[in-house]
């Protein structure tokens, strides 16, 4: 009997150390091709740069990009589409009696998590990809229409989760205003020529700033 619990035991263990590798693998792939897509753009220009060009770079065949972005432009926005529907899952799940700043200030936590996104908040290709959206009109206009949508949906999710507390303007405006500081900090401390390591404590300082300002009905813990 033992020795059938430990072969299970055992070929339990490999499927999962096999899938951590697979994982891993996986992510450091998505990296090389984000890393060298991005840095080949800020050198010889979005337009001018393919995906051929990326792959070839990478070392890597056009299938396994296409694996990971269905597009040139996907890659700019890596982890954009993560990041999103993790914030709004944690503001749907909100905790009994937490309050509106708690909440958003633990998603703003959340989203500077370094080991759960292929770029975190300081990495330095986090300004490479600033710089390339702020310059290119085509990838402005996509950063625009993507935050947008994203703004809509957990100003949705915001005010589900606070029904008694905020109707639907005040939920877009309050994430209007969380996003708008946090995005106006961050270009800022890239302009300046930042260090990429003070980047999460610009973010979490301008998160901050903004929900101070928000009416203490909403941000103050309710009573369960």
Known sequence: MESILSCLWSGYD??????GLRERKKQRTRRALIETGLRLFAANGYDETTVADICASAELSQATF??????KEDLVFADQPERAAAMRELIAGREPGESLRT?????VDLLGVSGRWTIPQDDDL???RAQL?????ALRATALRRMFDIQAEWAQALAEAFP???????AHAVIGAL?????SAALANIR???????MPEVIARAAGRALDGISPAATQPQDP
């Open 14 to 19: 490999l499927g999962m150390t096999s899938s």
């Open 192 to 198: 300046r020529g930042a260090e990429a390591s003070s």
């Open 66 to 71: 296409f694996v990971h972005f269905p597009a």
């Open 126 to 128: 986090v300004a490479v």
């Open 133 to 137: 959206i702020t310059s290119v009109p």
């Open 103 to 107: 909440l958003l200030l633990r998603g």
């Open 179 to 183: 996003v708008g500081a946090v995005v």
């Open 164 to 170: 008694d507390e905020l109707d639907e303007l005040d």
